[in-house]
């Protein structure tokens, strides 16, 4: 089976249980997951999030959570805890870097919450 790079990553993504969502260093979302697309185009109603400002689906609170824990991934973080959702899922973000270690973007994960 023939299948191009940026395929076979899609779909090691589309495989995983949960929302994942990929933003550039200017906030811009640039891919989401199959779980991703489904919660944010069938169950929350937005349109073609790609392209779009990841603040276009955040309130204010979460803006600034966001914007102040890529600051913290730009001086060479890690994976950052960002607290459990309304949906009771446990938020990350994480860096994506490119081979000079640079910060390209980052993810948005979300695991649901176990814990009761």
Known sequence: MDMTNEQMLSYILDSIPYRVVFVDTNHIIRYLNKEARYHYYEVR???NLIGKSIFECHNERSKE???AAVEKLKNHGNEIYLGVSVRNERKYIN???NEKGELIGYFERFEMNLQK
């Open 95 to 97: 860096p994506v870097r």
């Open 45 to 47: 109603g937005y349109d």
């Open 65 to 67: 959570a966001l914007i």
